[in-house]
């Protein structure tokens, strides 16, 4: 009978464990299955042919890391997820990996995993495309049930995250018992991450996104939850000598992916200092958040800084202008420099500025203002007696470099 006609696939299976071998008896090949996230799923276990790749996903239940990164670059899974067909996969040996086809498992207009057949022995004919095709349409069912377990359990985590950045859980034995019930081991040290996306995330974006934190081997990220437009995650410190440059690493590559593969651009990231005691999420949440607001107000000066520790004087700002408030302060020589600039039409609070954001780095200054070293010295000698300014005083130059970002976070 031909195979167009007849599917073998049309039968009752216990597990998807089952149905691989059974893929694999029918087109002679080795089979792995796996979720959308490259999650695997099941593999046959009664063919011994395999490739480095398939070993290394079997061991670690996952696709690893450096072998999706190909892929992606190769165009196999922006095409897998375009289309419904079988594809042939050419061989890549610096990632282990066989020539093989993999096919999507599609529900509607959605990918719910894929099949993979290795080709080591022979090569998979017309006959076989169709077979795959059988075989994945009838492996969608199997799929979605696992898909709305883990969709209710998925809800249940982020409710429960909820609670902890809220603060509504503040017990450390209540906070524990949830953890255990959540099937969720949490880590002795961590922190929270906030990924702000300039509009609020798509449903579309939300698969972006759970595609990458999911495929991510780097970092554990034990809960995650989407706020507007804020991706909010709470991942393990543990067992990292540089956690701030690992945490820069992440939050990095996930902008940088999310680009790349997606399109989606100008994503500000910023995580909180690093914490052991879960009682404390929310004050670790409370830090993301002025990290925001510190990028918003200042977005040239912390372009580079995405860690709260690492804001340095920025952390005081809500407190010192508070003290500001209550004692009707005004810096005399930094108001006299206003006052000029406004008679004179002139520049030289933000050549102040620039000559302090650069640590009195004449050279680096000068470029900066686009004007010649003499013009700028020029420029400061009318500071020093306009605005009664000594150069060489440490402490008169920080409270004019602080009143001077004081000043922009009030938008003056």
């Given amino acids: 009978m031909n195979a167009r006609q007849h599917d073998p696939f049309k039968t009752a299976f216990e597990s998807l464990d089952e149905f691989a071998d059974l893929i694999s008896q029918v087109l002679k090949c080795p089979i792995t ?32 890391e450096k072998v999706i990164n190909q892929l992606w670059k190769e165009g196999t899974i922006p095409t897998l997820l375009r289309t419904r067909d079988p594809i042939r996969v050419k061989n890549m040996n610096d990632i282990g990996l066989n020539n093989r086809v993999a096919i999507s498992i599609w529900k509607q207009d959605e990918v ?48 429960f995250f909820w609670k902890l950045l809220t603060g509504h859980l503040k017990g450390e034995k209540e906070i524990t018992e949830k953890f255990q019930s959540m099937q969720i081991t949490p880590a002795p040290s961590f922190a929270v991450v ?3 996306f300039r509009q609020n995330i798509t449903s579309k974006e939300e698969q972006s996104i759970s595609y990458l934190l999911k ?20 991942v393990s410190a543990t067992n990292i000598d540089k956690p701030f440059h690992e945490l820069d690493h992440f939050v990095q590559t996930f902008i940088w992916k999310m680009d790349d593969r997606y399109g989606i651009k100008e994503i500000t990231p910023v995580y909180s200092s690093i914490y052991m005691d879960y ?27 995405y860690n709260y520790q690492k804001l340095g004087i920025y952390q005081l700002f809500e407190l010192i202008l ?14 006299r420099l206003h006052q000029y600039d406004k008679k004179h039409n002139s520049n030289l609070v933000e050549t102040l500025e620039v000559f302090l954001n ?20 020029y420029r400061l000698k009318r500071i020093t007696e ?15 470099y602080l009143d001077l970002k004081l000043e922009k976070y009030n938008g003056i």
């Fill in 33 to 64: 299955i796996e979720d959308a996230n490259h999650r695997l799923l099941a593999y046959s276990t009664h063919d011994e042919r395999t490739d480095p790749a398939r070993v290394s996903t079997i061991i670690g239940r996952r696709v690893p």
């Fill in 112 to 159: 719910l995993g894929f099949i993979w057949a290795i080709e080591i022995d022979k090569r998979l004919t017309d006959e076989d495309f169709d077979l795959l095709k059988k075989a994945a349409d009838a492996a969608k069912n199997k799929l979605l049930q696992l898909q709305t377990r883990k969709n209710k359990k998925e809800e249940h985590s982020q409710e």
């Fill in 194 to 196: 906030v990924f702000q």
């Fill in 215 to 234: 495929t991510n081997q780097r970092l554990k990220i034990m809960l995650n939850t989407i706020d507007c437009n804020q991706l909010i995650l709470l």
């Fill in 279 to 305: 009682q404390l999420i929310g004050k670790a949440f409370g830090e993301a958040l002025a990290v925001l607001s510190i990028k918003e107000k200042f977005p040239m000066e912390t372009m580079d800084i």
């Fill in 322 to 335: 508070e003290k500001r408030r209550n004692e009707d302060y005004e810096n005399y020589s930094l108001k």
């Fill in 358 to 377: 650069l640590d009195n780095n004449i050279n680096d200054a000068a470029k900066e203002l686009n004007v010649h070293a003499n013009t700028l010295n």
């Fill in 386 to 400: 306009i605005g009664d300014v000594n150069f060489k005083d440490p402490n008169q130059k920080m409270i004019l």
